[in-house]
T-cell receptor, first 115, second 116 residues
Framework: GNSVTQMEGPVTLSEEAFLTINCTYT??????LFWYVQYPGEGLQLLLKATKADDKGSNKGFEATYRKETTSFHLEKGSVQVSDSAVYFCALQHPFFGGYNKLIFGAGTRLAVHP | NAGVTQTPKFRILKIGQSMTLQCTQD?????MYWYRQDPGMGLKLIYYSVGAGITDKGEVPNGYNVSRSTTEDFPLRLELAAPSQTSVYFC???????????????FGQGTRLTVV
């Protein structure tokens, strides 16, 4: 079936370090891919997305490229800040019968950035 | 803007008790969703609704009920709480199906429920 696998956390980095959070997926067809972020005490919010192969989503210095050949959508940021500390969720869109789409989420990866 | 508001934020229930998790959105979204997140797992869809008066089951609907009498509200009902329902519950809404075009799902802060 369709699924998303993320690297386990927590990921602990110093400020200005390079970040990679791995995400791979299993899906039929051509799903859309998403990264959602949950800051402490808040709900999930969309960080970036890519809707077709080789698309690059970007926002707030974060990037992820939709790689069909490796079924991956890894999240990267060149220089993290303390304010990036949050839980990051990789997700894919799963179209199913009736046209009502739903999101399939990974387990989430907690990122902690220290000064 | 309030966005998606869930209440309560935390709750402890005894086995067999019932409760309703409230969810309301002020964005006039047609689509609303309830997810649960178990430790170390991704969010799983419990129920969803595509508009007032219309609801349907997601992946893990057993033990839950929903209603959608208005566009704004989408309460989730637990009738006989069980320890297996200990989880964090997220309500979400979107203007159209998630993943379609530029559609984005907006989430509430979550409700942490413990059944003892």
């Amino acid at each position: 079936g369709n699924s998303v696998t993320q690297m386990e956390g927590p990921v602990t980095l110093s400020e200005e370090a390079f970040l990679t959070i791995n995400c791979t997926y299993t899906a039929t067809g051509y799903p859309s891919l998403f990264w959602y972020v949950q800051y402490p005490g808040e709900g999930l919010q969309l960080l970036l997305k890519a809707t077709k192969a080789d698309d690059k989503g970007s926002n707030k210095g974060f990037e992820a490229t939709y790689r069909k050949e490796t079924t991956s959508f890894h999240l990267e940021k060149g220089s993290v800040q303390v304010s990036d500390s949050a839980v990051y969720f990789c997700a894919l869109q799963h179209p199913f019968f009736g046209g009502y789409n739903k999101l399939i989420f990974g387990a989430g990866t907690r990122l902690a950035v220290h000064p | 803007n309030a966005g998606v508001t869930q209440t309560p934020k935390f709750r402890i229930l005894k086995i067999g008790q019932s409760m309703t998790l409230q969810c309301t959105q002020d964005m006039n979204h047609n689509y609303m969703y309830w997810y649960r997140q178990d430790p170390g797992m991704g969010l799983k869809l419990i129920y969803y609704s595509v508009g007032a008066g219309i609801t349907d089951k997601g992946e893990v609907p057993n033990g839950y009920n929903v209603s959608r009498s208005t566009t704004e509200d989408f309460p989730l009902r637990l009738e006989l709480a069980a320890p297996s329902q200990t989880s964090v519950y997220f309500c979400a809404s979107s203007y159209s199906p998630v993943g379609e075009g530029n559609t984005e799902a907006f989430f509430g802060q979550g409700t942490r429920l413990t059944v003892v």
